[in-house]
T-cell receptor, first 115, second 117 residues
Framework: GNSVTQMEGPVTLSEEAFLTINCTYTATGYPSLFWYVQYPGEGLQLLLKATKADDKGSNKGFEATYRKETTSFHLEKGSVQVSDSAVYFCALSDPPVGGGFKTIFGAGTRLFVKA | GAVVSQHPSWVICKSGTSVKIECRSLDFQATTMFWYRQFPKQSLMLMATSNEGSKATYEQGVEKDKFLINHASLTLSTLTVTSAHPEDSSFYIC?????????????FGPGTRLTVT
């Protein structure tokens, strides 16, 4: 079945450091890929997405490229800020047989950014 | 962006009682809503898909008689945990789907923390 694997946290970085959070997936079809972010005390928010191979999603300085050959969708940011401290979830959406909508999430990676 | 609310944000109940959690889409109509369960340091696990005006579709292993879902309107879905036990203690998150197939996007509520004593 479909699954998402992302690196375990927590990840602790100093402000302005480079961030990479690895995410790989397995899917039987052609899924869309997502990164969601959950700030403390809040719900999940869509950070970025990519719907086909070689697409690059970007938002708020974060980027991720849909790599079909390596089944990966790694999240990167060139210079993190304290305000980026949150939990990041990699996810895929692959319409199940019979139609509909279904999202599968990775375990989440907690990021701490120190001033 | 679109807003989804959940109520209550946290609840403590005694074993054997029932608890109802509400999920509302505040500024859009959602024919489809989802209920997830999240254990500490673990992923969100889909419990069921809630469709307005019809029965919910439960994921394998989720007891439909224990987790009652009602999607009575285009802006409200409820999850009732019946005869709750300590092992039902968890973080429950709902989401609402906005848009048409192929262009739809999920919006998540802030979650409800349930503690069963």
């Amino acid at each position: 079945g479909n699954s998402v694997t992302q690196m375990e946290g927590p990840v602790t970085l100093s402000e302005e450091a480079f961030l990479t959070i690895n995410c790989t997936y397995t899917a039987t079809g052609y899924p869309s890929l997502f990164w969601y972010v959950q700030y403390p005390g809040e719900g999940l928010q869509l950070l970025l997405k990519a719907t086909k191979a070689d697409d690059k999603g970007s938002n708020k300085g974060f980027e991720a490229t849909y790599r079909k050959e390596t089944t990966s969708f790694h999240l990167e940011k060139g210079s993190v800020q304290v305000s980026d401290s949150a939990v990041y979830f990699c996810a895929l959406s692959d319409p199940p047989v019979g139609g509909g909508f279904k999202t599968i999430f990775g375990a989440g990676t907690r990021l701490f950014v120190k001033a | 962006g679109a807003v989804v609310s959940q109520h209550p944000s946290w609840v403590i109940c005694k074993s054997g009682t029932s608890v109802k959690i509400e999920c509302r889409s505040l500024d859009f109509q959602a024919t489809t809503m989802f209920w997830y369960r999240q254990f500490p340091k673990q992923s969100l696990m889909l419990m069921a898909t809630s469709n307005e005006g019809s029965k919910a579709t439960y994921e394998q292993g989720v007891e439909k008689d224990k987790f009652l879902i009602n999607h009575a309107s285009l802006t409200l879905s409820t999850l009732t945990v019946t005869s709750a036990h300590p092992e039902d203690s968890s973080f429950y998150i709902c989401s609402a789907l906005m848009g048409l197939a192929g262009e739809s996007e999920q919006y998540f509520g802030p979650g409800t923390r349930l503690t069963v004593t």
